[in-house]
């Protein structure tokens, strides 16, 4: 029974019936940050979820957004027995913009496209195609034996590009509808394309934007220039001081006192995998004595990720008024996300830079999360059984990371004690489609 349904599965994929099955998801719009994108999100949970979930015998509700309307979730579930374990499985159907005109060999981001053993379109590998392939998987095994031997609910959300808004209120809002033993998600590259992976845990994430505000309007160089402040230079020597040359972090409340000994051990097994059109990797960057994957899964980065000042499309002679930068940090439990901002205002007043002001983007905002063994129910036998579970279907070793990267939205299970979250990136993902630029390349290893 096992090895047919594995055999189903290869076939589901190899076979075409999985581009079938996603051509018509990617086709839908879905682009969270749109103000207009609700009819989107209804058509991609009501048209393509519903009955995908229907067929395989849940029952589907639309769950409305208690913060923004825009994006509803739907929320399933298939109980087989009550005294069996809940597995709680976590997608999200919206996507970022398409970005039309910006891909690679013309491709359309709306128009599902396979080339080179790659399916291309916006949402491939994040998020549409995770979630079908981890309901195909399901469906697959009711196919070939009529049950899952646990009960199953699904929450597919349409918000987690524009930062999840509303999620946490929704999972408190629901939360015994929600309640589960464990929740998996897929959302994520993998460590290497041929290997499988399975995270437990992930990076939390604080952004905010600098601004540097001197006068009102900008004014002429030859007649202003050196009688007024510029707030470019401001800024630039304000932010130079949160790190060193290196980029090692310089505020202490942004790092934790000291990397675990078996976390920094599991790390350093890691090998990271780089493609052709990924970017050489810099190991003297970031904390001295770290390299790879420690300093990218174990350890906290800050990041510039925009700085503006005056107009740098059509620059004028002219002392700009105002410069702008939109910072991130990436951090690691140990490090409490609430003191992040105050620690950055008292570390630029020390310096002289009280005219340096922030302020929180609140829809880059994630909780960082990390299993341990002694994480309540999720015991070392535990993972050890995922892990041949894995390597057994796939037929080669397995990768176990105690932190991803990418940040996604665990806040509604890290909040609550006892919750458990794994994070196993399917066949869609790995490193160089998610870390190559941006555009064009949400790409789907098929």
């Known amino acids: ?61 639309l769950l409305e957004n208690p913060v923004e309307q825009r994006l509803p979730a739907m929320y399933a579930e298939r109980i087989e027995d009550p005294g069996r374990p809940t597995i709680l499985i976590y997608g999200h159907g919206d996507v970022l913009w398409g970005m039309s005109g910006d891909w690679k060999d013309g491709r359309d981001p709306w128009v599902l496209d396979e080339a080179g053993g790659r399916v291309y379109g916006r949402g491939t590998a994040d998020n549409k195609g995770q979630h079908s392939i981890n309901l195909a998987a399901l469906r697959i095994v009711l196919d070939r034996r ?4 646990f009960n199953t609910k699904v929450l597919i959300e349409m918000g987690e590009e524009t930062g999840s808004l509303g999620l946490v209120e929704l999972a408190r809002q629901h939360r015994d509808l929600l309640r589960s033993d464990c929740l998996i ?30 006068c009102e309007g900008a004014y002429h160089s030859g007649n ?11 800024l630039a020597h304000a932010i130079a001081t949160i790190t060193d040359p290196t980029g090692r972090i310089a505020i202490p409340e942004w790092t934790p006192e000291r990397m675990p000994p078996e976390v920094r051990a ?20 970031g904390e001295p004595d770290l390299a790879g994957a420690e300093q990218v899964y174990g350890w906290c980065n800050f990041e510039i990720l925009a700085f503006l000042c005056g107009r740098p499309d059509a620059p004028v002679n002219a002392v700009p008024g105002t410069a702008q930068a939109t910072c991130q940090l990436r951090y690691v439990v140990g490090v ?23 302020e929180e983007i609140k829809e880059d905002y994630y909780l960082a999360t990390r299993t341990t063994s002694t994480t309540a129910g999720f015991s070392s036998p535990s993972r050890r059984w995922k892990r041949r579970s894995v390597a057994k279907h796939l037929c080669c070793p397995t990768l176990v990371d105690r932190c991803q990267t ?41």
């Open 146 to 149: 009529g049950r899952l031997g």
């Open 224 to 234: 202003w220039g050196g009688l007024l402040v510029n707030p470019g230079i401001r």
């Open 185 to 214: 998600a897929s959302d994520g590259p993998r460590l290497a394309a041929g290997a499988p992976t399975l995270f437990l845990g992930g990076r939390g994430s604080v952004g905010f934007r600098l601004t540097c505000e001197t």
């Open 266 to 285: 599991a790390l350093k097994k890691v090998v990271l995998e780089t493609g052709p059109d990924d970017p050489a990797i810099d190991d003297n960057w």
């Open 1 to 61: 029974m096992r090895e047919a349904a594995i055999a189903a599965a290869r076939s589901y994929v190899l076979d075409g019936e999985f581009s079938a099955d996603m051509a018509p998801r990617i086709a839908i719009r879905s682009e969270s940050p749109r103000e207009d994108s609700r009819h989107d999100h209804l058509r991609y949970l009501n048209e393509e979820m519903r009955p995908l979930l229907e067929r395989m015998g849940f029952t589907c509700q």
């Open 336 to 358: 409490d996300p609430e003191k992040v901002l105050p620690a950055l205002r008292a570390h630029l007043d020390a310096r002289g830079f009280s005219d340096v002001k922030f």
């Open 406 to 446: 990418r940040s996604f939205p665990r806040s509604s299970a890290c909040r609550h004690p006892g919750s458990r979250t794994l994070t196993p990136p399917t066949p869609s993902t790995h490193r160089t489609s998610t870390c190559s630029s941006a555009s064009r390349r949400k790409e789907c290893r098929s």
